[in-house]
């Protein structure tokens, strides 16, 4: 399953389910973003052509990361980009998530591992701003199922 979390019309992430299966290929995220996030199922058997990437310049004017979820449960906040709380979903182990826009933040509901990647160079100080915030109210949306407070 793909699920989208959205501020209005803005992309804030795209969560990839573990189970999630689709023969072929497919791209989950629109050609202008940066980060780019998409999922392979080939058989035995198929060639992907040897290749190399051509140098083209491009221009990085925001972070987008990946996580995948190797182990454990976590809830992730979302924020917009005032840092006003939005709504909290849970990703766990064999989950992939990208995230697009807005804030975020995460709490370990279970010892986990994870993978980040996303764009570099990193920059430091000068690659996030941090902000203090404990949503007092989860606005837990589950697979589906609506707003769980």
Excluded: W
Excluded at 61 to 79: A, C, P
Excluded at 91 to 102: K, Q, S
Aim: proline share 4%; hydrophobic share 35%; glycine share 8%.
């Amino acid at each position: 399953m793909i699920e989208e979390v959205k501020n209005r019309e803005q992309l804030l992430s795209i969560i990839i389910r573990a189970h999630y299966k689709k023969d072929g290929i497919s791209f989950f995220t629109p050609g202008d973003f940066s980060q780019q996030l998409g999922y392979m199922n080939r058989p035995k058997g198929y060639v992907i052509d040897p290749h190399v990437h051509s140098l083209v310049e491009r221009k990085v004017v925001l972070t987008q990361e990946v996580l995948y979820i190797k182990s454990g449960k976590v809830r992730v906040d979302f924020y917009d980009n005032e840092r006003v709380y939005l709504q909290s979903r849970i990703v766990e182990t064999g989950d992939v998530i990208l995230l697009a826009a807005g804030g975020h933040g995460f709490e370990m509901l279970e010892n986990s591992e994870m993978i980040e990647i996303k764009q570099g160079p990193y920059c430091g100080d000068e690659d996030k701003i941090r902000f203090e915030y404990k949503p007092e109210n989860i606005n837990l949306i589950t697979k589906g199922n609506g707003p769980k407070l």
